[in-house]
């Protein structure tokens, strides 16, 4: 922890009535962010974090403290209320054959959905900032992020997932998707169309609000043990056009489906867990200016037990039991980061 960012500090701030996040962007320094109020605010204004939902709620969070102050200064939270249950195996089942009948047929509703689910781990005395540090280390070249709002609750996330970063006109972002275990194999077809669908989606959307777009070979891209397929995109767009971009880019098909106006609207009527921040976008912004990456490899921090959050695209070929183990591979680099105070 860099000097004026205390553990102990940054542990107690997660159980007040004050927000703050606590970030490392890959290759930099750690930063410590908050309002000199403790408060957010509904949009983004001069320099600061922004975070967005999966839902599309935003919340920004000023730049104004850069280190972390004495938590007394804020009132305590009450206690959390009840909490839904993890999701079991059984209800992942019931949700991936509900899915997959969209994805079949003369003429399917969709040609893919992103099925995700949740895992609790217990962890008495849990440390959020050890958590995070410990984070930093395990995973150097993912953005790692400590979040706390009392409405959002407490967040760690090490994401690898750019979803957009530039400033000025210049501009970039990725394709991401395909899951497997890290291997020198080919790449099998589930997993190259699954991820040209994400790719497509995003050569789209940039024609309509970018120019001079250039595209990068795809590749393996390496997150912990496993890996996945990546293409770069680069592009000239004027700072003036995020917030439009920002209207049509999040959720892509990495973490929502194709269609995605369907696949938004099937997770919003019948969702297959509360996702709230997980699979939403976060990070620091300022006038003409953004580091925004997707938020995944996460867990939600409570008291004394950590609920991990996964998903995995659901295509016509996919196999049960291979989409449940892949979930079960991506929420083992939270699993990793889980540290206790002692």
């Not at 997660?14 to 309002?35: K, N, T």
């Not at 969209?102 to 689910?117: F, M, N, T």
């Not at 998903?311 to 889980?338: C, F, L, V, Y």
Request: charge should be negative; charged fraction near 25%.
């Amino acid at each position: 922890m860099r000097p004026g960012i205390r553990a102990k500090d940054i542990d107690a701030l997660c159980h007040r009535h004050g927000a703050f996040v606590l970030y490392r962007l890959p290759g930099e320094s750690v930063q410590f962010c908050m309002a000199e109020d403790g408060r957010t605010q509904p949009h983004p204004s001069g320099r600061g974090f922004l975070i967005s939902t999966f839902e599309g709620e935003t919340c920004f969070i000023p730049d104004e403290r850069r280190e972390a102050p004495s938590p007394e200064s804020f009132p305590p939270l009450s206690c959390d209320g009840g909490v839904d249950t993890a999701t079991t195996r059984e209800e992942y089942g019931r949700n991936f054959r509900r899915f997959s009948s969209l994805l079949h047929g003369e003429k399917p509703v969709l040609q893919k959905i992103v099925l995700a689910r949740t895992a609790d781990v217990a962890a008495p005395g849990v440390s959020p900032s050890r958590s995070f540090m410990h984070a930093c280390e395990l995973f150097p070249d993912t953005f790692t992020v400590l979040l706390h709002t009392p409405e959002l609750g407490t967040w760690l996330f090490c994401t690898p997932e750019l979803l957009v970063e530039g400033s000025d006109s210049c501009w970039s972002t990725m394709a991401l998707a395909g899951t497997r275990p890290l291997s020198s194999a080919p790449w099998d077809s589930k997993n190259t169309r699954e991820q040209g669908i994400v790719a497509d989606f995003i050569r789209a959307v940039l024609q309509r609000h970018a120019d001079a777009v250039e595209e990068s070979p795809t590749e393996s891209l390496c997150n912990g043990r496993i890996e996945h397929l990546c293409t770069r995109f680069r592009f000239t767009m004027k700072a003036q056009q995020l917030p439009a971009l920002l209207q049509e880019l999040p959720p892509t098909p990495a973490v929502c489906g194709f269609p995605p106006e369907q696949a938004r609207a099937l997770l919003r009527d019948t969702p297959d867990i509360n996702r709230s921040c997980y699979a939403g976008y976060f990070g620091p912004v300022s006038p003409g200016a953004a580091r925004l990456y997707v938020a995944l490899r996460g867990m939600r921090i409570f008291p004394d037990f950590c609920r991990l959050y996964a998903g995995g695209g659901i295509m016509p070929d996919s196999d049960e039991e291979a989409e449940w183990q892949e979930t079960e591979q991506k929420m083992q680099n939270a699993r990793n980061t889980i540290c206790t105070a002692n």
